[in-house]
């Protein structure tokens, strides 16, 4: 699909496989990349280059891989702070995510942890 960003770029959006993928002029300017596991389809890795952030391309490239794994697919915790690519966000992909689920494109799959402390 063609997709006209904030900056009337025209943006091709795609699959390749598991991902979605944004091109601008020939050139890969973001990916979406799934990981299919047993458990169910997980977000893997997510990039937009920083010369097109905040023009509507991400947004778009989410909407493409709802419709392909639904709005509550596995996400790495907001309050995961390190480790491999795919266990947490960065500020950006934190901000990212929440803008989603804040429109209500996808869910919030973090888990609440209920305490049950005698103290309190």
Known sequence: MVFL??????????????NVIANYEGNEIGRIQFDCRDEG???????????????????EMMKLAVQAHGDSFGKPSFLKT???????????GSAFIRHCISIGLLKDTEKKEEYNDDFY
């Open 5 to 18: 960003d904030k900056n009337n770029n025209e943006i091709d959006i795609d699959w390749d496989d598991d």
């Open 41 to 59: 389809t997980v977000l893997y890795h997510m990039n937009v280059n920083s010369e097109f952030h905040r023009s509507g391309i991400a947004v």
């Open 82 to 92: 390190g480790g491999e690519c795919h266990e947490y966000y960065t500020q950006e």
